[in-house]
């Protein structure tokens, strides 16, 4: 080891190395990533900052790491952060090769935290230049961070309703319970040491675009020179009688999750909407309540976004853990006792008894406060902005789940695309383009929920709603013991890591399972797979690759209508 803290180790041959392999080497007690592509070798973190998936069961597109759990990309290059989900970059070493042996250098510091902050500009006390940020969230925590690593030197205001700082809402349903600060994506010195202002507890009330003045509810302004609106949404609230008695729950924040949860042990618990937040809540809350009762509109769950098949899978491993499904139907009213809910009636005139009422039944957005100025919505209040992230309004930009963009997949047509992964491309734009650099939105929306242990993802547009449904979609699962296995259809994929690998397991949106691993196998339906829309760019560095493989969606030979990719494994 030198005197900078760096250690170089020899960590395998050139020959043991294939063309477009991602291997994990020994260096230093820490692992490492070791890339070959296009002949070249490359060193990053072996681990996705995201959420610690390992890269090398990840996929290699042209210089493109894609992470094989939530999608986030990286260049192998630089380690820099190409797609979303993730705040952080990867930490890129140096290699050389001599008389046939791979040498890496690292310093131990960069080995042992195996994540990189991109470098960030410091604030300048004389730039009065402000760029004010309405919301807390994820796309706001990304514009504010890339404006520094942009070299922007002004004044960063982040004004939030919420008494946190920015957390991982994605945990709230997933893993309802965890205390608040263990969802903290950044703490409060990170802030601090970058100049960005957090104002929480502070919700906007009006904005005066002509006057360039956001106004708060205890009374506060603030002056403006850009401004991001970043509000997100709330969930949509029940209509009907009784929705006001007490065990009624809508969850929107650590301390709702905790409430629940609470709330639930050992009582009958009965959750009204049979999508992503409804189904995650029943699975978290299977083994704890004493029953768990799931009422939905559709046929099957996810049936809007993911069609029934996926929707029966999930279906019936929610059901192995004791769930109970009432399918198209509808809750007509609740009822209590003592200002208490003790049950639902459905519109069917069937009753269920219920101690807690959990409601998930989508979102609206939180955009009231825009109603006087002349910020143009859609009609069901999300802000219209361009590709640009820019709204009707100069110098005013909108976010994440409140803003309404032109979708590529579904032909441009304008839609709040609302996953965690898109809040966060948002923010990223909209930076980019308060810094006049004109670069427009290109990204592919990539879900993922996560049930009992069982992961399910998809990437592409949602199938229903104002986009209409899918005309095809590919759908990649691992079943479990016990599971009925469908017959492996001609979309079947070779085993990752196979060198006859197809092109869409090679932009990793369908992995399959080794063929070794028993008692589990894997089927596929004959379904076509999804036009990657007009808004795929071809990869970076490289002519050979399909269009849309830089974005991590299979090729396509013949145009189909826009769809989406899914796949269920175990993770």
């Known amino acids: 080891m030198d005197a900078e803290g760096s250690v170089t180790e020899m960590v395998c041959r050139e020959s043991d190395v294939r063309e477009g392999e991602l291997r ?28 610690g998936a390992p890269l090398s069961k990840g996929v290699l597109a042209g ?52 994540r990189r902050l991109k470098a960030m500009s410091e604030p300048c006390r004389g730039n009065e230049d402000t760029v004010l940020l309405l919301g807390g969230g994820a796309a706001a925590l990304v514009c504010a961070e890339t404006l520094r690593q942009e070299g922007f030197t002004g004044r960063i205001i982040m004004a939030t309703k919420e008494t946190h ?33 957090v104002w929480t507890g502070r919700e906007a009330v009006r904005v005066d675009t002509q006057g360039q003045k956001a106004h708060f509810q205890d009374g506060a302004s603030q002056r403006y020179d850009r401004l991001l609106i970043a509000t997100g949404s709330s969930p949509r609230q029940l209509g009907c009688p009784g929705s006001d008695l007490q065990g009624v729950c809508s969850l929107q924040s650590p301390e709702d999750a905790h409430r629940i949860l609470q709330l639930a042990a050992g009582k009958r618990v009965l959750i009204l909407g049979a999508s992503f937040i409804g189904m995650e809540v029943a699975a978290c809350l299977s083994d704890k309540a004493s029953t768990v009762s799931v009422v939905g509109r559709e ?8 069609g029934p098949h996926v929707g029966g899978v999930a279906m019936r491993m929610l059901q192995n853990k004791g769930v109970t499904f009432r399918m198209g139907a509808e809750v007509a009213e609740l009822r209590g006792k003592g200002g208490k809910v003790t049950e639902a009636a459905l519109a069917s005139g069937e009753t269920l008894p219920a101690d807690v009422v959990v ?14 100025t002349p910020i143009a919505m859609d009609p069901g209040g999300a ?70 242990g069982n992961s399910i993802r998809y990437a592409g547009r949602q199938g229903a709603g104002a986009l209409g449904p899918p005309a095809g979609a590919q759908m990649q699962q691992e079943w479990g013991p016990g599971e009925p296995l469908p017959a492996a259809g001609r979309g079947a994929r070779a085993a990752p890591n196979s060198r006859s690998q197809p092109p869409a397991a090679e932009h990793g949106l369908h992995r399959t399972a080794a063929p070794s691993r028993r008692p589990r196998s894997t089927g596929c339906t004959e379904q076509p797979l999804p036009a990657a829309g007009r808004g795929a760019r071809a990869a970076p560095n ?11 969606l299979p090729e396509l030979k013949a145009a189909a209508a826009p769809g989406a990719g899914v796949h269920v494994v175990d993770c």
């Open 299 to 306: 046929a099957f769950p996810f049936q809007a976004a993911l």
């Open 165 to 197: 700082l920015p957390y991982d809402r994605t945990q709230l349903s997933k893993a309802m319970g965890k205390a608040p600060e263990s969802l903290y994506l950044r703490q409060q010195d990170f802030f601090g040491a970058h100049g960005i202002e």
């Open 542 to 552: 490289s002519r050979s690759q399909p269009p849309a493989a830089e974005h991590g």
């Open 383 to 452: 802000i219209l902005v361009d590709l640009f992230m820019q709204t009707s309004v100069p110098r005013v930009f909108a976010a994440g789940d409140v803003a309404s963009f032109p979708v590529a997949l579904a032909g441009g047509t304008p839609s709040p695309v609302r996953h965690w992964q898109v809040a966060q491309a948002h923010g990223h734009a909209a930076a980019l383009n308060m810094l006049k650099q004109q670069k427009a939105l290109q990204t592919v929306p990539f879900f993922w929920t996560s049930l009992l």
């Open 24 to 51: 994990e080497v020994e260096m230093a007690g820490h692992r490492v990533l070791l890339v070959r592509s296009q002949t070249e070798f490359s060193a990053v973190g072996s681990k996705c900052p995201h959420a």
């Open 63 to 114: 210089n493109r790491l894609r992470c094989p759990w939530h999608g986030a990309c990286f260049s192998i290059r630089s380690g820099d952060i190409e797609e979303y989900p993730t705040l952080d970059c990867l930490p890129c070493f140096k290699v050389r090769v001599e008389a046939g042996k791979v040498f890496v250098t690292a310093r131990k510091q960069d080995l042992e935290a195996g």
């Open 359 to 372: 409601v998930g039944i989508g979102v609206t957005s939180n955009s009231a406060f825009l109603k006087d």
